[in-house]
């Protein structure tokens, strides 16, 4: 009875139990939402990495792929530089390879026509074009460049050239019967000054030597530099020296060919070696770098014939008991002197030694080519070693007797006579006191035969002790080398 009242009396919440089922649920329910919404976080995280991933490896692959046809680009370039326009244009399509072992592609090229975009060639430039391509990954890089060759230096000498000026001691020791372009030597143009403060028209200066006078019109000539691939024996300030096309004879007894240099590299071989400098003789030196000095002794009977090139300083010493048959080039001055020699010392360019020496042919054939044993000059001699017709821009070479990058000093003393056949070029010589382009000293006669060009900006004096007497050489004497050269007149990405 007691327990039935106090069940009875006992009073439970309208609903309880069924208020804590729907707490549960709801707890669950937010439970989910947090982590469909962390879930959804994180997928949208992962998609967004994956597509910046995806950015950044075709990002990259398009830029290694601009990397390669950029590479590919200085590799064609390279391979064109030297060639002619006729060899150029036998090239239409290649492979460009790295230099691993096996090696691996790096780019393709192939010949754009004109019907493709390439200009037409006009007005003596020739136009080639290439697409490079080059792949990385997905990505692809195709590059166009075109090509234009233009012709440098070279041409016929009408007489000479003084750019920075020209200065002389008095008029009555420089003579002669060329045009002579004279340029700013603070005169004026056409203005040839004297000593002191003197200064002579075009007229007065024609009526006193037999120059016809004229204002110097800008001239450019081959470089030192441009020409070495041209040269026979080459010698560097590092002290190592190198041969270069020359006809000889092997071991053997058989000719063979020196291969030519083909492009303007630092390393010229024989085969596969350079030559130790003191196998040359005749020539000495002194110093190193940037002081680097050689010496030539004219009157050496084994003094190689052809084109000697040097970087650095030359001076060279006539003597009469045996004449100059030679190009000399320098990088650096070359000093012309006779103090050493007899009354009368000669230098001739190769050509002109052909055109006006006075001695038998076989003594010609001998000074200009020599001969199997000693090495034939390929560039203006054949295998025989006759001198070739000077048809080819190589061969013009022979007509060069001197040639600077700097400027040329002439010394002759003692009432000596120096007789130099050919055309002379200096193309430095920076103005300023005690600096010139040419510079004639001394007591004795320079007689020159050929044409001088000084094309630098100092003036070209001669004192007033030494006697010039500048004659117009033979017209096929005149011609001097030019050179082709590719340039890069279109670069863009397709």
Known sequence: MLNDQVFRTVRLPVGGGKMHKQAGFASILLILLIGLALTTLVIGMVTSLRS???????????????IKSAIGYQALTGLLKPLSATQIAQINNGVIKDNGSPAATIATYKVVTTTEGCPDSTGGKNYF???????????????????????IGG?????????????????????????IQVGNAGQGN???????????????????????????????FLTAEEVRPYANYIFYADGTCAKNNLYSVNTAGTAATITAETTPAMTITIGSTSVACNSIPGITTSGSGSSKAWT???????????????QGTVTIELTDTRDLVNTIIATGIINVSSENGGSTNKAYAPNHYNLEAET??????????GSSSTGIP?????????????????????????LSNSDINFKVKNKKTMSLYGNIMGSGGAGGTGFSSGKFTGTGEINVKGNLSFTGTGITATNGNVNVTLNSGNSSGNVTPSKKVMILSSFRYM
């Open 360 to 369: 038998n042919l076989d003594t010609k054939k001998a000074r200009i080519c």
């Open 129 to 151: 074009c290439y697409d490079i391509t080059a792949k990385s990954g997905g990505a692809s890089s195709v590059v166009r460049a075109i090509y234009t060759d233009i012709t």
């Open 378 to 402: 390929t560039q203006y001699c054949d295998t025989t070693g006759t001198l070739k017709a000077l048809d080819t821009e190589l061969a013009k070479i022979a007509n060069i007797l001197f």
């Open 190 to 220: 056409g203005i040839v000054s004297g000593n002191g403060s003197n200064s002579y028209t075009a007229e007065d200066f024609f009526d006193q030597t037999g120059f016809t006078v004229q204002a110097y019109q800008p001239t450019t």
């Open 296 to 310: 030539i002794d004219a009157g050496n009977s084994l003094l190689p014939v052809g084109v000697l090139w040097f």
């Open 52 to 66: 910046l991933q995806d950015s950044s490896l075709t990002t990259h692959a398009q830029t290694q792929a601009q």
């Open 155 to 179: 041409g016929a000498f009408n007489g000479s050239i003084f750019a920075g000026g020209l200065q002389v001691g008095q008029v009555r020791n420089l003579q002669g019967n060329q045009t």
